[in-house]
C-alpha cells in the first residue's frame, strides 16, 4: 500500500491535521470493521469465539510485530503497555550486592521510577547528560558505563525532544561492558525501520497504541532467546504448559512472562494497525516520517521558533519538537482549527505519520502563521 492508499484509509485526514501519533494513533475504517467484528462474535456466539478463536488476533499480532521487528515470534510476550514490559525485563535482571544502573536525561519516567524500589535502592543511578546542542554523545555513555554497570535504560526515540538513539552502538557499549539494555521503543516501533536481532538489543518493549497503529492496553516486549532460561516474577497459566494444577513446565520463550487473559478487543484493534504497516513496508514508513519531519523542522525554523529537535536524518525520527513558551495557547489555537499537535509545560510538539502528507504540514504551518500573527 501507498502512503496515500493508508490515508484515505483514515477518515480523520479528510477533517483534521491529526499530527500527534506520538500520543494516540486514530483509527480506520479498517479497524472500526474489525472492532464491528469482534462485537458481532460476543453477541452472536461468545461461546464459539472462546472454543475457536480466542487467541487469533494474540497470535496475529505476536506473528506481525516479529516479522515488522527482525525478531522471531517466541521472543515476543504480549504486556499492557510500555511500562509494564520494562518493568517485567528490570524483574528478571539478577542484581549483584553494588553496582550501577545507566539512564540519559531524556529516558522516559517508566525506565527510571523502577529503579529506587526498595530491591533496587543499593544500586547507583548515573544519567548521562545531553551537550550544549541537545545531543546525547556515545562518548560521554563511555564515561558512565563500565564493568559494574548492571543495566542501561533509555529511549529509543525521546518524547519530549524527539531525539534518536544510535541504539547498535550503545548496546554494543553495553554488552562490552557485560550490562544488559532495555529499550523502551514507545516513539519508534511503527515510526520506523527496526531490526532488534541486527541491533543485538537484550529487551524492547513498546506500546501498541501509538505509532503501531493500535490500541491502548496492549503492549510488546521483545525478549531476546539467550535470556528465555529466566523466571519472571509473576506466573500465571499463561506462564506454562500445564499437566494438573502444580504439575506443569513453565514456557520455553517469551510466553512465559504473559500471566493471563490479554486485552482481546485491544488486540483485535492492534492486529489491524500492525498489518497496515505491514502492507506499507517499515522502510517506506522510516523514509517518509523522515521526509516529513525534516520538512517540518526546516520550514518551522524559518517562522523563527526554537525547534529543538535535530535536522540531521540520523538522530530524529517521526517527533518534531519545539521549546516555546506559549506552548498550550499555540496548542490550543492550532486544535480550535482543526489541527492536532501536542504540548507540555514549554515544549510543543508535532508527530507526522505515514497517513499524513505535507498538505498537513502546511496546514500546520499556516496554522501558526495566523497564531503569531493574532499574538
Ligand atoms: C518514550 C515513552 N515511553 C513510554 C511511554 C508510556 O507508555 P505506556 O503507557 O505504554 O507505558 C510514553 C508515552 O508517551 C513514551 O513517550
Known amino acids: 500500500m501507498t502512503p496515500q492508499q493508508i490515508r484515505d484509509l483514515f477518515p480523520i485526514t479528510k477533517r ?47 506473528t506481525i510485530f516479529a516479522d515488522l521487528m527482525g525478531c522471531d515470534q517466541n521472543e515476543v510476550a504480549l504486556v499492557e503497555n510500555t511500562s509494564m514490559g520494562c518493568n517485567i525485563a528490570f524483574d528478571i535482571i539478577e542484581l549483584p550486592i553494588a553496582g550501577n544502573v545507566v539512564f540519559d536525561q531524556y529516558s522516559y519516567p517508566s525506565s527510571i521510577l523502577p529503579w529506587y524500589l526498595p530491591t533496587r535502592t543499593h544500586i547507583e543511578k548515573r544519567f548521562v547528560d545531553p551537550q550544549e546542542d541537545g545531543i546525547l554523545y556515545l562518548e560521554d555513555f563511555k564515561k558512565s558505563i563500565d564493568s559494574n554497570t548492571v543495566a542501561v535504560c533509555i529511549s529509543h526515540v525521546t518524547q519530549e525532544q524527539g531525539f534518536r538513539h544510535d541504539l547498535a552502538s550503545i548496546v554494543e557499549l553495553a554488552h562490552e561492558n557485560g550490562a544488559v539494555i532495555i529499550v523502551d521503543g514507545a516513539q519508534s516501533a511503527g515510526a520506523m525501520n527496526i531490526d532488534l536481532h541486527k541491533i543485538k538489543v537484550d529487551f524492547f518493549s513498546t506500546t501498541a497504541m501509538k505509532w503501531l497503529l493500535g490500541a491502548a492496553g496492549v503492549g510488546f516486549l521483545y525478549v531476546a532467546n539467550r535470556h528465555h532460561s529466566k523466571l519472571p516474577s509473576h506466573a500465571g497459566y499463561r506462564s506454562a504448559s500445564l499437566r494438573s494444577n502444580h504439575e506443569f513446565d513453565w514456557k520455553i520463550d517469551a510466553r512465559k512472562f504473559e500471566i493471563g487473559m490479554p486485552n482481546l478487543l485491544g488486540l483485535a484493534m492492534s492486529r489491524v494497525g500492525l498489518k497496515i504497516l505491514a502492507e506499507a513496508d517499515m522502510n517506506t514508513i522510516e523514509n517518509h516520517n523522515l521526509d516529513l519531519s525534516g520538512y517540518c523542522i526546516e520550514k518551522i525554523k524559518a517562522l523563527g521558533l526554537n525547534v529543538i529537535t535535530s535536522e540531521m536524518d540520523n538522530l530524529r525520527m517521526g517527533i518534531v519538537a519545539v521549546r516555546y513558551e506559549r506552548s498550550h495557547d499555540l496548542w490550543q489555537f492550532l486544535f480550535n482549527i482543526g489541527i492536532d499537535t501536542w504540548c507540555h509545560s514549554d515544549i510543543f510538539r508535532v508527530d507526522p505519520h505515514i497517513f499524513n502528507n505535507r498538505d498537513d504540514i502546511d496546514r500546520l504551518l499556516d496554522g501558526i502563521r495566523q497564531f503569531l500573527r493574532s499574538t
Do not use: T
Open 16 to 62: 483534521r491535521a491529526y499530527l500527534f501519533s506520538g500520543g494516540i494513533s486514530p483509527v480506520s475504517i479498517r479497524h472500526d470493521e474489525a472492532i464491528n467484528r469482534h462485537m458481532r462474535q460476543l453477541r452472536e456466539n461468545p461461546g464459539d469465539f472462546y472454543m475457536n478463536k480466542l487467541n487469533e488476533d494474540a497470535e496475529e499480532c505476536r
